[in-house]
T-cell receptor, first 112, second 112 residues
Framework: GESVGLHLPTLSVQEGDNSIINCAYS??????FIWYKQESGKGPQFIID???NMDKRQGQRVTVLLNKTVKHLSLQIAATQPGDSAVYFC???????????WGLGTSLAVNP | DTEVTQTPKHLVMGMTNKKSLKCEQH?????MYWYKQKAKKPPELMFV???????INESVPSRFSPECPNSSLLNLHLHALQPEDSALYLC???????????FGEGSRLTVL
């Protein structure tokens, strides 16, 4: 599940390693999932999305995996770079609902 | 042009002041959003405009007053704010048929 409290979960990786960021989503009716990246002092930036009729989708250096059985979403970043350092949020929505439900976020720190 | 532009980037105001935050997009998106984000937290939805009409108000206090003058512009009028309203205010837009939100860089508001 997601961490609660004042501190963001933090993942620290070495440059060049692969990163896996996990997210447990809350609504079994959710059918659309998005990963956002938020760098310090900036707004969230779309990374990749996936619909519930898929279990895997790949982008450039990123892969999203969806496990509907356990309501789990993950973001894999290949060959992590310093520029990947940011907070990563998962978000879910159901149907035509315009309201995204956001996860608490994970802070990714990439060590050179 | 794939940008959402927000002004001002920083705003400091007293509790008796009236100020406005502005947001502009020229992507032809017909849904526009205001979010509030506290440090180390995910964005919280405040308002959604769809085709220039207010479609979602997440029980936001009346000291925040949104306005959508046309399909490209979104304002947030601020009056009699409290110090706890200090936060990053994010504007976003989306095509009606997709869930991907395009965010601006945000306006950092400090209420003294």
């Amino acid at each position: 599940g997601e961490s609660v409290g004042l501190h963001l979960p933090t993942l620290s990786v070495q440059e060049g390693d692969n990163s896996i960021i996990n997210c447990a989503y809350s609504n079994s009716a959710s059918d659309y999932f998005i990963w956002y990246k938020q760098e310090s002092g900036k707004g969230p930036q779309f990374i990749i999305d996936i619909r519930s009729n898929m279990d895997k989708r790949q982008g450039q250096r990123v892969t999203v995996l969806l496990n509907k059985t356990v309501k789990h979403l993950s973001l894999q970043i290949a060959a992590t770079q310093p520029g990947d350092s940011a907070v990563y949020f998962c978000a879910e929505t159901a149907g035509n609902n315009r309201k995204l439900i956001w996860g608490l976020g994970t802070s990714l720190a990439v060590n050179p | 042009d794939t940008e959402v532009t927000q002004t001002p980037k920083h705003l400091v105001m007293g509790m008796t002041n009236k100020k406005s935050l502005k947001c502009e997009q020229h992507m032809g998106h017909r849904a526009m959003y205001w979010y509030k984000q506290k440090a180390k937290k995910p964005p919280e939805l405040m308002f959604v405009y769809s085709y220039e009409k207010l479609s979602i108000n997440e029980s936001v206090p009346s000291r925040f007053s949104p306005e959508c003058p046309n399909s490209s512009l979104l304002n947030l009028h601020l009056h009699a704010l409290q110090p706890e309203d200090s936060a990053l205010y994010l504007c976003a837009s989306s095509l009606m048929s997709t869930g991907e939100l395009f965010f601006g860089e945000g306006s950092r508001l400090t209420v003294l």
